[in-house]
Structures are given as structure tokens and as C-alpha cells.
């Protein structure tokens, strides 16, 4: 079918459903970043493949809405002909909706592909012009879906207690005890994430994130109903997770749901889907908006945690090490590889280490001037780029390993990029020593610290325009809650435990990009004492050097080359043992002191 096609079954479901306008988000029922092939819905509707988008079908006219990310991409990929393109933060696409559609025309939606806080906001916003916002029992987008994939099925891993460092039924009564605390029978754990972490299982239902998709409710005696395909349950899974969880398809969380008439139940409407919040609602619950409970425990890691998470950095930090190596030798011969062909070596090299699973992100290769679109993706773009001499190459990549999830950023020097590319790469190489450095009291947020990334930036009027850190999951997702570092508020504390990235950059537009990447785990100071609040501090887990020949000395501390120095020895030391020959050599120089 083409899309023109696509669009006019659409619009053939829609008349038959009696709806003047459909809304096709890029989500599915877990409202996760990765979705399964099966839910890729967006996709289908318009040729956009970026993660994040909302389509808008009207009686005859269509829009995409999508954020400054993918400005070019979505221009690339969605026929302008069939589609408007409209910016998803400056063109609100409910507001947006409610100048389109006169009073009484009903809005369809899927409530299983949105948030509950989503679905309050659409509401009250379409209710002022007096339109209907429709709930959906079946995906309209399926029905025209003919050669939709089927969903895969794929047996849940379990995870050992050496690795996670304690059993399912102390996570669950300690949770749930907490759960009571609040005065609540129960509470929605919908992150799929959260209820991996809290089973101690892995899964492989989407790209990237190791997850097994379904949703559960924590009782607040340490109970769990898990509701999944139980075709995934492994054997032995009952005995892995001790007493008290109960494994049911999705079909069967209604009448879980009416089981809990009259009783509080905690859903964070944020994260969790309206489907579920909705149909609690109805059966007579009380809806209580709270924060995921696992969210923060499962944010603290613990000792078996952070020692899986070190070792699965120096391993992955090796790989990256010789794709680096490897790198610096094809570019002295003259082969400048293409971005795919350099994201597929990188890839090579960490499949041969102990325990690796796959990526834990989509790997963003980006030569020269695509560097400068800081969530670039090589597959979303027909013509693949090739190395260019005299610029930099942006590869930020991470991979999941049964004891650790990783993400690494470094930019490259190829040939010799200018005096203004090593000044930018230095003033973004000392706010990343300036966070990494930082000492500060318990109860700090990201928010506070972000300025000390920056400050460098700024003071040559320079910024950039995404976040400074973002949490990571141990062997779990890449982006995990609920902490971060970054301009825009996050009232979240750093605490103990905790792992986040630290990663400055800087951008210029269609000349080059760059980014300085290791991912931190937070831990108790040394400056503590008893007359004093508890003091934190961050301690680097990436295991791989920076480009010393983007360095411009001159700019440089002598705290700030002791930093380097410092960083570069300690990476060396972990790394040479296990390398040989070029590769050695390469980490000599690569390490050598400044």
C-alpha cells in the first residue's frame, strides 16, 4: 500500500467508527523508548522512523508533528504532499487539533498508547471547544495494517542473586511495605523496566532495552501480579522469584483491577498508560497520582550492581579501545569508512567480549557535519556519509552485557580540524572534569549541578541544547529515571548508588559536532564528616581515553591536565593487560601524559 493508500483506509475506518479526526502516537501499549516491530504504527502511517512523533488524521487533511531532532529527517522521510509538518513543541498538537474541528466532532485515540496525564491535558483541552475526545477499543491503524509483523515471543532471562544483589521477595516486601506506608493497598507498576528490575528477569521483547513487556500490581504485602504473554515464563521462575507472584496474560487485569473496588491504588500518570488508570477508575479504586515505586531503588545500585557495572565497562571500554585503534590506522592509510561501516565495527568489537547482549542504544555515527544533530541516526537517511580529512567524527554508543548496561561518546580528530574545533572540544572537555570533580551534599539535584558543565561554554557564549546526564539501569534501559542532570528542572536528589552520564557537547550547524561522554556512579566523599551533611561525589565507570590532539593546552588548568593525566593512566592500567601488538602501541599514545 502507499501511504496515500494507507491514509484513505484510515479514513475509511474513521467514518465508519463516526470519528472527525484519529491521533497515531509513536508508542505502544508500554509506553517504553524501544517498541517491538509489531507496534511500529507511526511508521506505518507516514515513512517517519524517529522515536518520537504524533500523526494527526483528519477527514482530508494529515500532520505530523515532530521535535527539533528530527527537522530534517521527517522532511526526508514523510511525503510533504500527503502530510503537514508541524513542530511538535512550538505547534502543541492538541491545541493545534482543537482549531481544526468544529464543536461536536469526536477525537479517537488508543488509550493504551498514551499516558494517563497525556489524556487529562487532551480532554480539558479539546472539552473547551466542545470536542470528544473518543476512547478506542481496537487500534484503527490495525485494521489497515494488513502484513502487520507478528509479535515475538522470547523466554524471560533470570538473572542470579550474585548479580542483582537481592531477591525478588525482598524488593517486593520492602516496596510494598512503602506502598502501605502511603496508605495504599497497592500500586501500578506499569514501567516494564521496573518490573524486570523487581523479578530480578531480563528479557529480549524490544531493540536495545532488556525488558520483557507486561505490566504488574504490587500488593502491599509483597504480592505481584504480572500480566504478560506466561508463554515467556521460564522454568524455574517460580522458584527464582520466590512466593508471591502470580503470572497472567493482560486479559485477565480487569478483574484484577475490580478486585481492588474501594481501594487505593498508587499509578504515576506520567508513565503509565491511560488503559489501565481508566479502567482502575471504573472499577471503583481510588486513583492516587504517585511516583513509580521502584523507580528510586532500582536507581540506587547496589554493591553487586555497581561491581557488575565496572566490570562490564572495562570490557565494553576494550572494545572501544581497539575500534579507536583500529580507526586511527585506517584513516593514516586513507580508508575513510563510511558511518555504517564504522557502527557495524565498533559493534564487532564489543560481540566478541564476555557477556555482551546487543546495544543499548541505537549507535549515533556521525562524520562532520551530522555530528552536528546531536541524536543523528545513519539508518534514518537513504546516502550514508563518509569520513571527510580535516573534521571530526561524533560516535556515541553503549551496549547492554548481563552485568552492566554502558554509554560512551568520544569525538575524533581526523586530520587536523581547525583551531576553533580544539578550543570547543576543550572548553567541553573542562565542564565535563568540572561535574565529574564535583563534591556536593546529599539531597542535590542534577539541576543544581548542571551549570558546571556549561560554565566553559558560556563564558565564550556558547551552549547546547540537550540535557547534561541522564540515569542508567544496570543491564536495564539506557536512559533511566528518575534522576538527571540538566538545565530544566528535576526535583530528584542524586543519591548514593546512582549511575549517570556526563556527557557536554557542542554543535554547530552542518559544520561539525562533539561530545564528551562517560557515565559516573555516585558515591559517598571522603570530605564527609560529623560536623557536616553527608557529601557525595561521582566516580568514572567508562574506561576509554579521550582525543588528546583536540586538546588546546593553552585553555587547560594544571588541575585540569593532572585530571587528564590522571584518567588516561588509570585507563591504561585496566586496558593494557589485555591488548597486544598496534593496539598497545595505539593505547600508549592515545594514554600518553600532557
Not at 557536554?504 to 564528616?529: I, Q, W
Not at 593525566?565 to 599514545?589: A, I, M
Request: glycine share 8%; net charge negative; charged share 25%.
Amino acid at each position: 500500500m502507499t501511504f496515500s493508500d494507507r491514509l484513505a483506509c484510515l479514513r475509511r475506518q474513521m467514518t465508519e467508527t463516526g470519528l472527525d479526526a484519529l491521533i497515531v502516537p509513536r508508542a505502544d501499549e508500554y509506553l517504553g523508548e524501544y517498541i517491538p516491530e509489531c507496534s511500529e504504527r507511526l511508521r506505518w502511517v507516514s515513512g517517519f522512523t524517529g522515536s518520537a512523533g504524533v500523526v494527526i488524521v483528519l477527514a482530508e487533511r494529515a500532520a505530523i508533528f515532530v521535535d527539533g531532532r528530527y527537522s530534517v529527517q521527517v522532511k526526508k522521510q514523510v511525503p510533504g504532499e500527503l502530510f503537514e509538518i508541524l513542530h511538535l513543541i512550538e505547534t502543541p498538537h492538541m491545541e493545534w487539533l482543537a482549531g481544526q474541528l468544529p464543536p461536536a466532532s469526536r477525537v479517537g485515540f488508543d488509550p493504551r498508547m498514551h499516558p494517563f496525564t497525556w489524556f487529562e491535558e487532551a480532554e480539558k483541552t479539546l472539552g473547551k471547544v466542545d470536542i470528544e475526545l473518543f476512547e478506542l477499543t481496537e487500534n484503527l491503524v490495525d485494521a489497515c495494517w494488513k502484513d502487520r509483523p507478528k509479535a515475538t515471543l522470547h523466554t524471560a532471562i533470570m538473572l542470579p542473586e550474585s548479580a542483582t544483589g537481592c531477591s525478588s521477595l525482598e524488593k517486593r516486601r520492602s516496596i510494598g511495605s512503602a506502598v502501605a506506608g502511603k496508605g495504599a493497598e497497592a500500586a501500578l507498576v506499569f514501567a516494564a523496566d521496573s518490573v524486570a528490575w523487581l523479578l530480578n528477569i531480563r528479557g529480549r521483547d524490544v531493540p536495545c532495552v532488556p525488558v520483557v513487556l507486561g505490566f504488574g500490581l504490587l500488593h502491599a504485602d509483597g504480592r505481584l501480579q504480572f500480566f504478560t504473554n506466561p508463554a515467556k515464563v521460564p522454568e524455574g521462575f517460580s522458584a527464582h522469584v520466590g512466593e508471591g507472584v502470580e503470572v497472567l496474560p493482560e486479559s485477565a487485569a480487569e478483574d484484577a483491577f475490580r478486585a481492588l473496588s474501594g481501594k487505593l491504588v498508587l499509578a504515576d500518570p506520567a508513565t503509565a498508560n491511560a488503559w489501565c488508570q481508566l479502567r482502575l477508575r471504573e472499577a471503583g479504586a481510588g486513583l492516587a497520582a504517585d511516583d513509580d515505586p521502584v523507580a528510586v531503588p532500582k536507581a540506587c545500585k547496589n554493591s553487586a550492581e555497581i561491581s557488575g557495572m565496572q566490570k562490564a565497562h572495562i570490557r565494553d571500554g576494550l572494545a572501544v579501545v581497539r575500534f579507536l585503534a583500529w580507526l586511527d590506522r585506517e584513516v593514516d592509510a586513507g580508508r575513510l569508512h563510511s558511518e555504517g561501516d564504522l557502527s557495524g565495527r565498533l559493534y564487532a568489537f564489543r560481540a566478541e567480549g564476555d557477556f555482551f547482549q546487543g546495544p543499548s542504544f541505537d549507535t549515533i555515527s556521525a562524520a562532520a557535519g551530522n555530528a552536528a544533530m546531536c541524536h543523528y541516526n545513519h539508518l534514518n537517511f537513504e546516502e550514508t556519509s563518509h569520513l571527510q580529512m580535516n573534521s571530526v567524527y561524533l560516535v556515541d554508543s553503549g551496549g547492554q552485557y548481563l552485568d552492566g548496561t554502558t554509554d560512551i561518546t568520544r569525538t575524533v580528530a581526523i586530520g587536523d580540524p581547525g583551531e576553533e574545533v580544539c578550543r570547543r572540544f576543550t572548553l567541553v572537555l573542562k565542564g565535563h572534569i568540572a561535574l565529574d570533580q564535583a563534591v556536593f551534599p546529599e539531597g542535590t539535584t542534577g539541576t543544581q549541578l548542571d551549570v558546571l558543565a556549561r560554565q566553559f561554554l558560556w563564558t565564550d557564549g556558547l551552549d547546547y541544547d540537550h540535557g547534561t546526564g541522564h540515569g542508567v539501569g544496570s543491564f536495564l534501559s539506557v536512559h533511566e529515571g528518575p534522576q538527571r542532570i540538566a538545565k530544566q528542572f528535576n526535583g530528584h536528589a542524586l543519591r548514593a548508588g546512582m549511575v549517570v552520564s556526563n556527557e557536554p557537547g557542542f554543535y554547530k550547524d552542518d559544520a561539525y559536532g562533539m561530545r564528551c561522554e562517560n557515565l559516573v556512579v555516585v558515591r559517598e566523599a571522603e570530605t564527609s564528616h560529623e560536623d557536616g551533611p553527608l557529601m557525595l561525589r561521582f566516580e568514572a565507570l567508562t574506561a576509554a581515553p579521550f582525543d588528546i590532539r583536540l586538546i588546546d593546552i593553552k585553555l587547560l588548568t594544571s588541575q585540569e591536565i593532572a585530571w587528564i593525566n590522571k584518567y588516561h593512566d588509570w585507563v591504561r592500567q585496566v586496558q593494557l593487560p589485555t591488548l597486544d601488538g598496534p593496539d598497545s602501541q595505539w593505547l600508549e599514545q592515545a594514554t600518553r601524559a600532557i
